[in-house]
């Protein structure tokens, strides 16, 4: 089962701020938290992930909160080529095995 | 630095038959998983291989099945084909599968079984 918990939906103005949020209340202190995106019928694109800190690059911010229950995935200034679905993802011990759990993740739609 | 590649990108076969997808890791990439996708199930582990063995395996009948060679390019295998197999497969690479390495995932090959 996931570790990771997001809702199903969200809708963003092109132009605002997407955040995309995340609940992984069991995650362990080793665990990394991913973001991917789909994009329908692609395969997933790596965004960015974290351990404690918060991070940014050239695509998005991940906001982790300090108990390391929840984070925010920040698309600054989103697109309408940002509409696909976002998984957050907590790798299974420690991230030394490849086994990524996909939920069902949020399915962002941006509008004009 | 070229990306994941998988071939074919799509394939039809019919029920009873096998079938072998092939995947390509990012140069220098050692470790290669693959994953299923279904619209009923997501998208779901299969296997990771490691150094041409396999270290992980994901809730999967025998019929799924893989291998990876000396240069970690990599193979799987589904025997008996269902319906039920028809799906989005797909492979990701990553560098030698420490702690905080990012999986980066190939464009999938789309298998429709008749």
């Known amino acids: 089962d996931a570790k990771t918990t997001q809702p199903p939906s969200m809708d963003c103005a092109e132009g605002r701020a997407a955040n995309l949020p995340c609940n992984h209340s069991?995650?362990?202190?080793?665990?990394?938290v991913y973001w991917y995106r789909q994009i329908h019928s692609q395969g997933p694109q790596y965004i960015i992930h974290?351990?404690?800190n918060n991070e940014t690059n050239e695509m998005a911010s991940l906001i982790i909160t300090e108990d390391r229950k929840s984070s925010t995935l920040i698309l600054p200034h989103a697109t309408l080529r940002d509409t696909a679905v976002y998984y957050c993802?907590?790798?299974?011990?420690?991230?030394?095995?490849?086994?990524?759990?996909f939920g069902q993740g949020t399915t962002l739609q941006v509008k004009p | 630095k070229a990306g994941v590649t998988q071939t074919p990108r799509y394939l039809i076969k019919t029920r009873g038959q096998q079938v072998t997808l092939s995947c390509s890791p990012i140069s220098g990439h050692r470790s290669v998983s693959w994953y299923q996708q279904t619209p009923g199930q997501g998208l779901q582990f299969l296997f990771e291989y490691f150094s041409e063995t396999q270290r992980n395996k994901g809730n999967f009948p025998g019929r799924f099945s893989g291998r990876q060679f000396s240069n970690s390019r990599s193979e799987m295998n589904v025997s008996t084909l269902e319906l039920g197999d028809s799906a989005l497969y797909l492979c990701a690479s990553r560098l030698a599968g420490g702690p905080g390495e990012t999986q980066y995932f190939g464009p999938g090959t789309r298998l429709l079984v008749l």
């Open positions: 069991t995650i362990s202190g080793n665990e990394y």
């Open positions: 993802i907590a790798p299974e011990g420690s991230s030394n095995t490849g086994k990524l759990i």
């Open positions: 974290g351990l404690k």
